[in-house]
């Protein structure tokens, strides 16, 4: 079975002001033409669909053509809904859409929505696990010792009984420890909300979202697919692509291929002097890092006249300055230091006593929930 997996589409998503609804629409359009060349049994959709929990009616509207030409090509798609995503306008008229081969998460009830699916080699259980906190699990499960998320979402597995005889795979919106992390996504601190790999075991293959890079973590089967844009001077680096797999018999390693994207506009990171940048140009989005050592006036109004889509400059002998004032050692003390452990901290220098275990677990609750809020 031929499947395609996308993710963090993000539609709506802004760039330093610079609206990318064009952009975004000539991408899914790329998106659609190797969907018809691969020609795919599914294709999965594994969360932030939308950059924001109210997207805008542009961006609807484009995912709704989107959705439309998948239809009309007799796909079956798997839609979850992520962090950025509200899951219940995610999941509103899903009864309607499954009759066009659409298939979207509920918004998470103590179950997993799942869909059997067949080819040559037997059925695939397509089970569709939307983003998920602590607090979302232990509501249905209030008989459980859930004192994380890697638990959490170990239970809501445990829940979901599969038949480990055929070929499962799950779509998950995640945090997966070890993954490597960009600017523009919202990623853990402290290891507040990492799962383990481990935890997708059971599955042969584990359709991630949430990370931005196109990467597996921890093996082969568990993937993130990665945004079809770059979203972050963090990224300019980076391949975008759609990620192909070809799944075979049960117990065969699932063949991972990529077809690589061509963005209307690239994002790019320029290091040089003022003046050697302003004998360029370009109508890419452009972050500039300037080398010389002064300030130059009007240096950002003076460079957008030649990149019209200019992010933003900073100064490379700044952030040296910055970095040397950096201690090092406090630093890595301090990103390996939890939220809660910072204010366990903070509340016994102010109470001049520890916190209670029911004080521990309203801190513990109100930091999950905020972590995790739009912003």
């Known amino acids: ?15 330093c002001g610079y609206p990318l609804i064009e952009d975004q629409r000539a991408i899914l359009e790329q998106i659609l033409n190797i969907i018809g060349e691969e020609k795919p049994q599914a294709v999965l959709i594994a969360g932030d669909v939308y950059d924001k929990l109210s ?17 009309e090509q007799g796909l079956s798609t798997y839609i979850i809904a992520g962090n950025h995503d509200s ?79 055929r070929r499962n795979i799950i779509l998950s919106h995640q945090f997966v420890s070890g993954g490597s992390t960009c600017d523009s996504e ?16 059971a599955f042969d293959y584990a359709a991630l979202g949430h990370l931005h890079a196109p990467q597996a973590v921890g093996s082969e089967k568990v993937r993130y697919g990665g945004t079809p844009l770059k979203y972050s001077a963090s990224e300019a680096s ?8 070809e799944m075979g018999r049960k117990g065969e390693p699932v063949k991972v291929t990529f077809r690589e994207l061509s963005p209307l506009h690239d994002l790019k990171v320029l290091h040089d002097s003022f003046d050697a940048l302003m004998q360029g140009g370009s109508d890419d989005y452009v972050q500039a890092v300037l ?21 933003g400059i900073t100064y490379e002998y700044e952030k040296q300055f910055r970095d040397i004032e950096i201690d ?21 220098r102010a109470n001049n006593k520890n916190m209670s275990e029911e004080q521990r677990s309203f801190v513990t609750e109100l930091i999950d929930s905020i972590w995790t809020e739009e912003v």
Do not use: W
């Not at 890697?150 to 829940?159: G, K, R």
């Not at 230091?337 to 910072?342: A, K």
């Open 1 to 15: 079975m031929k499947f395609i997996h996308l993710a963090d589409l993000h539609l709506g998503r802004r760039l």
């Open 55 to 71: 997207p805008s009616p542009e961006a609807v509207a484009l995912f709704d053509s989107f959705l439309t030409a998948l239809s």
């Open 87 to 165: 899951a219940e306008r995610i999941a509103f008229g899903a009864r309607i859409l499954d009759k066009g081969g659409i298939f979207v998460s509920p918004v998470y009830d103590g179950t997993t929505a799942h869909f059997i699916i067949e080819d040559e080699f037997g059925e695939v259980g397509i089970y569709l696990l939307p983003f998920i906190r602590v607090s979302d699990v232990r509501r249905f499960f209030p008989d459980r010792d859930i004192p994380d998320l890697e638990t959490a979402v170990s239970i809501v597995i445990e829940n979901m009984k599969l038949d480990t005889s």
């Open 186 to 201: 919202r990623s853990a601190v402290g290891g507040t909300d990492g799962i383990s790999a481990d935890v997708y075991d």
């Open 238 to 245: 980076q391949k975008k692509s759609v990620t192909v797999c």
């Open 291 to 311: 080398t010389d050592e002064v300030r130059i006036p009007d240096a950002q109004k003076r460079l957008r006249a030649v990149y019209k889509n200019l992010l």
């Open 328 to 348: 090092e050692a406090e630093s890595e003390n301090f990103r390996n230091t939890s939220p809660l452990e910072l204010f366990e901290d903070f509340f016994k």
